[in-house]
């Protein structure tokens, strides 16, 4: 409304509407803080004598990309993906790491997600859901459930990964029942991983809050 004046005013800029697919010219955006304050024709009202003025005249603005799911710690450190991906237009990522969880577990959770603070891209993360996904074929790390819950307390951490064994679910695996409540219990998001079940056993598993599958 005014009543503060904008940090920055993008001026004459050529916005793109990922929505309707169309190109509006000549837009005005106004920014403070971290918010988007004002988008439209005329900005005046934003801003003040400390507000920073950008003229992107033949230039287009558009919407940063946000990558929904992704395992950063398989590839390259979190430093120079940042680097790459803000490249390809990517502002944000949701990061599951169960490579650093298999091999460090909940201290290379922490370190991890410390290593993604302070970036150009906002990184975001899910506790591994369900590793290692059978005792029999992996010798890796897990979380305990105390271990889950201190790691939902630190910002940025929004629920938990993929699910992998969804024999571990249908079958009513005691830990991650009680993994499933407390994301729950934290209105928590809950990924899946659902190949080869279907039928019954894919209702069953849906069914116990998990919302997506991969």
């Known amino acids: 409304m005014g009543d503060k004046a904008a ?7 050529s916005l793109v509407n990922v929505y309707s697919r169309e190109i509006l010219p000549e837009t005005q955006i106004a920014i403070s803080q971290d918010r988007i304050a004002y988008v439209g024709k005329d900005a005046s009202h934003t801003k003040g004598k400390k507000t920073v003025i950008l003229n992107l005249e033949k230039k287009y603005v558009t919407p940063g ?14 430093t120079e993906f940042a680097k790459k991906s803000l490249l390809c237009g990517v502002t944000s990522l ?39 996904v059978d005792r029999k074929f992996s010798h ?27 024999t571990k679910v249908t ?8 993994t499933l409540s407390t994301m729950l219990e934290n209105n928590c998001v809950i990924n899946g991983h659902t190949a080869g079940a279907s039928g019954k056993k894919l209702n069953a598993y849906v069914s116990s809050g998990i919302l997506s599958c991969h």
């Open 65 to 78: 990309f946000a990558d929904p799911h992704i395992h950063v710690d398989q590839f390259v450190s979190p």
């Open 94 to 132: 949701f990061s599951d790491p169960i490579d650093i969880v298999s091999t460090c577990g909940y201290s290379g959770f922490k370190e991890f997600v410390k290593m993604t603070s302070g970036l150009p891209v906002r990184f975001f993360h899910v506790v591994p859901g369900g590793v290692p």
């Open 140 to 166: 890796g790390k897990t979380l305990t459930l105390t271990e889950e819950k201190s790691a939902l307390k630190i910002p940025g951490v929004l629920g938990l990964g993929e699910v992998f064994s969804w």
């Open 7 to 13: 940090d920055l005013v993008l001026e004459n800029c």
């Open 171 to 178: 079958k009513r695996d005691s830990k991650t029942m009680r």
